[in-house]
């Protein structure tokens, strides 16, 4: 059977961490893996995170399966972090919401969601999006069609165009959306910008799937739910897909959550059926570690408060790793404007530069990212910053 196979191309960013590993220059540089870093380029364990591990340990009684939905605490308490308490949403009972693998899992789940409400739909992503979006959906059977995002030239967001595209969508289809820091260009939509996203979601009738990975990694909590918010106040049906690897630092305990809406409660306890029964054929049931980590902490009023401050040490750190190498590159007397790094939000940017000045910034000064220039920002360093822009700057002269 397997004598027919050949082998696939490794994840381009699996492939840069190798190399990265290997490289012995006393300078290099990872900015291609997004996950958060501190000044030491160390990714920690949140505090409010042990503290709940250690309740858990002391408490936790039994491995038994915990059930296909997950634990309904998480669930409950995910849905007011997206929604807010009183959402309108939740207060008709309109939102029913799973425990899955990771946000990975909620998009996998979301997909195969899909494929059984309408066979035929079309899911529509932003150009560019996340590397693995299309390769899920389509793993799926569903057909993936993309829609203007990022301008690349002008290195701002294409929002016309985008709009154009949106009115033509059909309304069977699916059109994703970054709810916020978008990865990978870092150019989110504007409070402005997502009032006109929803005004064209009600009038072309196709249905809002909104990928939340990065929640209080942009401006705030409730900031970067802003579109999430709004967009369920008015379509009836809506998917959402979220994840705590990032705003909790749970990167390997793969845990997130599959959320949708329902035009009532009768509606949503349908669906709901369907989803419970995608989630059996897929992974039978969610791991339970990492729901009763991020439960512990927002159930508890000291723990929640201690996460949002270590959140925000995170965010105001990345946000200003990118005025800090905006900055050190202004210093060098760099002609090109590099301000639209300061102004993106979330862990990534495309640097602008060509996949030739990508591959000589890695032989020749040991600065690893992807090919198309996107970096992962929590990478920069006050101790890495002044030779990062020294090296950006000799590359592009």
Request: proline share 4%; charged share 20%; aromatic share 8%.
């Amino acid at each position: 059977m397997f004598n027919s196979l050949t082998a696939l191309p490794a994840d381009p960013i699996l492939g840069l961490l190798t190399q990265y590993r290997e490289d012995t220059h006393p300078q290099k540089i990872d900015l291609g893996v997004g996950v958060y870093k501190d000044p030491a380029g160390h990714t920690p364990i949140l505090d409010c995170v042990k503290i709940a591990e250690q309740r858990r340990f002391e408490t936790e009684d039994t491995k038994v399966y915990i059930g296909p939905t997950g634990s309904a605490q998480f669930n409950q308490l995910m849905s007011v972090l997206a929604f807010g308490k009183t959402h309108p949403a939740l207060l008709a009972d309109r939102v029913r919401t799973v425990s899955t693998p990771g946000g990975t899992g909620a998009l996998r789940v979301a997909a195969d969601f899909i494929k059984r409400c309408h066979p035929d739909a079309v899911l529509w992503v932003s150009d560019p999006t996340w590397a693995n979006h299309t390769g899920l959906f389509e793993a799926a059977g569903i057909t993936v069609k993309t829609y203007p995002y990022y301008d690349y030239d002008n290195k701002s967001l294409k929002f016309d165009q985008m709009m154009q595209q949106l009115q033509q969508v059909n309304k069977d289809d699916v059109v994703l959306l970054h709810a916020c820091c978008h990865n990978p260009s870092g150019m989110d939509l504007t409070p402005a910008q997502w009032d006109e996203v929803i005004e064209v979601t009600v009038k072309q009738g196709f249905t809002p799937l909104i990928d939340m990975a990065y929640q209080g990694f942009g401006d705030g909590l409730d900031e970067d739910a802003y579109g999430v918010r709004e967009m369920a106040k008015a379509v009836e049906n809506m998917i959402l897909c979220s994840s705590c690897s990032k705003n909790f630092g749970l990167y390997r305990e793969r845990i997130g959550a599959c959320t949708i809406l329902g035009s009532d409660s009768a509606q949503a306890n349908t669906a709901f059926s369907v989803l419970l029964y995608v989630v059996r054929c897929i992974y039978s049931m969610p791991p339970a570690h990492g729901a009763a980590i991020v439960e512990t902490i927002l159930a508890d009023d000291t723990l929640n408060q201690q996460w949002q401050q270590e959140l925000a040490v995170m965010r105001d750190r990345i946000n200003g790793n990118r005025t800090m190498l905006v900055n050190e590159l202004h210093k060098l007397g760099v002609d090109r404007d590099f301000s639209f790094i300061a102004q993106q939000k979330g862990m990534f940017s495309f640097l602008g530069v060509s996949s030739e000045q990508v591959m000589t910034l890695k032989h020749d000064h040991s600065i690893y990212m992807v090919d198309s220039s996107r970096i992962s920002i929590a990478g920069i360093s006050s101790a890495n910053v002044e030779y990062l822009a020294h090296c950006i700057a000799k590359v592009i002269k």
